[in-house]
């Protein structure tokens, strides 16, 4: 007989963080390497919380850099072993003007009396390149008795002195320059400008003027580094009615309350959530069409139509649905699995052969198998479920594909507090949890162990004062270490 595990818990490290005033607490678990599997295991009887659509998030890895991956910032030098035979005997910058030669230092790893090499001065240029401040970099080397002196060529891109906008009428100077993101000082380049440009009309459809020109130039008779935006914004449009036609199994109305784009409310309150951001309206096409998709229709299609009034100024819009078939649950498979047994599995799911296809069941089965590995420790399981059409009329195949990955123990829980000490005792925090040395991880005993946490109103969970309640799940090796 297959052999039923009890419900345990993940092996990273798990941390917490909690404050008590302006207090600072940290907790975690140190957690061993992936233990080996026997051939084969049960999950536990009963469901295990995915009817909320699809599980919870496996808890990511702690990926906080390794001292030696850190730049050293005032040196700028990355830790390595130094090569070469011959020495820097000077380092210099020449042609920067705005730009201070210690902020240019700073970007690169050529040093002064240390080893010269040629890769080393060849990855600066690219470093000051990617500054963004210069059109070109290049670099000249005066060979002396024992080593070089390097010197560093770079040559500035103009400035913006300042920016103008000129036609704007229902947007001021400071909403604009907001969203263009381009200010006096900053480097002048067609590229930021044009990006510039694009981001202005944007944020004018977005407020409901479709209808917007912008054009972007360089240089005014008094000024060669000035950038202006010339704007003619068109009237601001809004959604008179909104209209679904060819839905069936679905009332006109339901449809309305899930998309995004609103109409004016039959002229009763006309000028409030109702702009026409056509953007919104293309994405409520896909909402619809995710909608039928989830109601088993997956063959379903959404369009859309506009139509101006006379003036220009108000819109109605059509949305068109073509329904399809409905189709049925032809055959489930599973594949992947190597620890839980498939009947084990099957017990847990829904959406079963002969069923109507319904989406939210298919995340809810997902979130059913992820939780059920969770459970005897497999944190980092996913699930991928697909939909094969098949031939015959109105059917499909689901396969869902398992990557178990590895199974996680605790090694040892370790209490860190950052703070005073004295406030908050390592036994008040490991009271507060349940979880134990040398248990498997059990993804739902951490969730809930978590929300512990947060209502013991001993800690800070206002993020303004300090990190709110967490568990962070970092994996450790035989000996303890991080990977």
């Known amino acids: 007989m297959p052999r039923r595990l ?6 990273p490290l798990v941390s917490r963080y909690r404050t008590v005033g302006y207090r600072r607490y940290a907790l975690g678990l140190m957690l061993a390497v992936p233990m080996s599997m026997p051939a084969t295991a049960q999950f536990g009887g009963g ?7 699809g599980g919870a998030s496996v808890p990511g890895p ?15 030098i990355a830790l390595r072993r130094e090569k070469g035979d011959a020495l820097v005997l000077g380092v210099r910058i020449v042609g920067n003007q705005r730009i201070t030669s210690h902020r240019i230092l700073q970007n690169i790893q050529t040093r002064q009396d240390r080893f010269y090499d040629y890769e080393t001065v060849l990855g600066d240029v690219r470093r000051l390149n990617d500054m963004g401040a210069f059109d070109h970099v290049t670099f000249k080397l005066n060979e002396q008795p024992g080593g070089f002196y390097v010197t560093f060529e770079v040559h500035e891109r103009p400035t913006i002195s300042q920016v103008i906008f000129h036609g704007n009428r229902a947007m001021n100077d400071r909403e604009l320059k907001g969203r263009a993101g381009v200010s006096a000082a900053d480097p002048l380049s067609e590229f930021s400008i044009e990006s510039a440009r694009r981001r202005l009309v944007d944020y004018y459809k977005e407020e409901g003027f479709n209808q917007v020109s912008v054009q972007a130039n360089t240089g005014i008779k008094s000024d060669a580094s000035a950038v202006v935006f010339r704007i003619n914004e068109g009237p601001k449009e809004r959604i008179w009615d909104i209209a679904i036609e060819g839905c069936t199994i679905v009332s006109e109305a339901r449809l309305k309350k899930i998309i995004k784009s609103r109409d004016g409310f039959a002229g009763v309150i006309s000028y409030i959530g109702n702009t026409a951001d056509l953007a919104k309206v293309d994405q409520d096409v896909d909402i619809l069409a995710a909608y039928y998709h989830n109601l088993g229709f997956l063959t379903a299609t959404v369009g859309r139509t506009l139509k101006y009034d006379d003036s220009g100024k108000w819109i109605y819009v059509t949305f068109v649905i073509n329904e399809g078939p409905r189709f049925t649950v032809n055959d489930v498979q599973i594949i992947g699995h190597q620890y839980a047994s498939e009947d084990s599995i099957r017990s847990r799911l829904k959406l079963k052969p002969g069923d109507t296809f319904d989406g939210t069941k298919l995340r809810q089965d997902v979130g059913e198998i992820v939780y059920g590995y969770g459970e005897l420790g497999f944190i980092y399981a996913e699930v991928e479920p697909q939909t094969v059409m098949r031939d015959e009329d109105n059917i ?3 396969v869902y594909k398992i990557a178990e990955g590895d199974r996680w123990k605790i090694d040892k829980i370790r209490v860190e507090i950052d703070g005073d000490p004295h406030l908050m005792k390592e036994n008040t925090m490991l009271n507060l949890i349940d979880l134990r040395e040398g248990d498997f991880i059990d993804r739902r005993a951490l969730e809930m162990n978590r929300s512990r946490l947060e209502r013991s109103q001993l800690l800070e969970t206002n993020p303004q004062v300090a990190e709110p309640p967490d568990i962070k799940v970092v994996p450790t090796d035989e000996d303890g270490k991080r990977f």
């Open 62 to 76: 702690d990926n906080k850099p390794k001292f030696r991956e850190h730049v050293h910032d005032g040196a700028g």
């Open 396 to 398: 499909v195949d689901l």
């Open 6 to 11: 009890p419900n345990l818990l993940p092996s």
């Open 47 to 53: 469901g295990m919380g995915g009817a909320g659509g």
